[in-house]
């Protein structure tokens, strides 16, 4: 019986919490104001309305990340970037995918939180004929400017090129921080970047099965 309450408290400890990185909350809890894209996360969250508002920004203080490194990235597929910092930031539902990370802004990150693959896949689609030299954003970057930009000898390709699939971009973008999963939304079985709050966050059943 020990075995199992022990179990019981490891499996509620990847439930509904926040990871230890630079703009979390420390525990998740309904955020009434949060802006945009972050909005379906309003009723529980692990990001506060400033980082929603920020997560919306061009170079935005949360990481100066500068989207447009090869020109101007259009704006179909900027909303999937905006909507997977809102994922990443706000959803308190990826404790079983969180994994230590050693670097100087955060301890812990995600690692292969599985994606529903509609998510994936329009990602993709909306992104093939932007533009950008890199095939892992982690790192690499020159950050002499105070933003991100190309490495010297990096060449700017449309993104089909840079990332040949969608699990190549899902995989690859955020090193391994997604894997690609041939589920689709509303099996229960992987990870929604994009729901509609009305019918509550999809991925709490999801951390739940996982767990």
């Known amino acids: 019986i020990t075995s199992g309450v022990t179990g019981a408290v490891t499996r509620d ?6 990871m230890d990185a630079k703009h ?4 998740p809890g309904p955020e009434g104001q ?3 894209q972050c909005a379906p996360w309003r009723d529980n969250a692990c990001c506060t309305a400033n980082t929603s508002l920020e997560a919306h920004q061009d170079q935005s203080y949360l990481y100066n990340f500068n989207w447009d490194h090869c ?3 259009s704006p179909k597929c900027k909303r999937h970037f905006i909507q997977d ?4 930031e706000c959803d308190p539902n990826l404790g079983p995918w969180i994994d230590q990370s050693d670097t100087s802004w955060r301890r812990e990150r995600i ?3 599985p994606l529903c693959r509609e998510d994936c896949e329009q990602w993709w689609d909306d992104c093939q004929d932007s533009v950008t030299c890199k095939v892992n954003w982690h790192k690499g970057w020159n ?3 105070g933003t991100n930009q190309c490495p010297h000898g990096a060449m700017c390709q449309k993104f089909k090129f840079v990332f040949p699939t969608p699990a190549d971009l899902c995989e690859g973008v955020w090193s391994h921080s997604y894997r690609y999963t041939r589920h689709r939304r509303g099996s229960g079985r992987c990870i929604q970047m994009w729901f509609d709050p009305a019918l509550g966050n ?3 059943a999801v951390a739940r099965f996982y767990a």
């Open 111 to 113: 690692l292969h939180v």
């Open 34 to 36: 949060l802006y945009g």
């Open 13 to 18: 400890s990847l439930l509904n919490v926040c």
């Open 24 to 27: 979390h909350k420390t525990e």
């Open 71 to 73: 020109g101007v990235m």
């Open 143 to 145: 950050w002499t400017s």
């Open 85 to 88: 910092t809102c994922l990443y």
């Open 202 to 204: 999809p991925n709490v």
